[in-house]
């Protein structure tokens, strides 16, 4: 922790990013939240948005877009990186928070 001083002269400490980011975050059990409701409204948004996709025909449904964008040797490769990535991310952090507890 640094102190860092304000412009009305108050002093606060602020944490430095290496060492919020160094390792996976760690919380109390008591202060865990769990994702569950997150991950559920990621899916029933999904689902929402798809059938008015497919109902209205006004807009194309998430499945179609992400073949059109995987389509183009461009945009595919972007695409395609950054859906491995999230993947890789979600996939390995169980294995990172092994390694650094």
């Known amino acids: 922790m640094v102190a ?3 412009k009305n002269g108050m002093e606060f400490l602020q944490q430095k990013l290496s060492s919020v980011f160094s390792a996976p975050l760690v919380l109390d ?3 865990k939240k769990s994702g569950s409701i997150a991950w ?3 899916a029933l948004g999904i689902i929402v948005y798809d059938i008015y996709a497919i109902k209205s025909k ?3 449904t ?3 877009s992400f ?3 995987t389509e183009k040797p461009l945009t595919g490769s972007i695409f ?3 859906w491995l990535g999230l ?3 979600l996939l390995i952090e169980k294995l990172i928070r092994k390694n650094f507890n």
Do not use: A, N
Request: proline letters at 0%; charged letters at 35%; a positive charge.
């Open 4 to 6: 860092k001083k304000c």
């Open 29 to 31: 059990k008591q202060d």
């Open 40 to 42: 559920s409204g990621l």
């Open 58 to 60: 006004k807009i194309e």
């Open 62 to 64: 998430l499945t179609r």
């Open 67 to 69: 073949w059109r964008l």
């Open 80 to 82: 395609t990186g950054v």
């Open 87 to 89: 993947t890789f991310h």
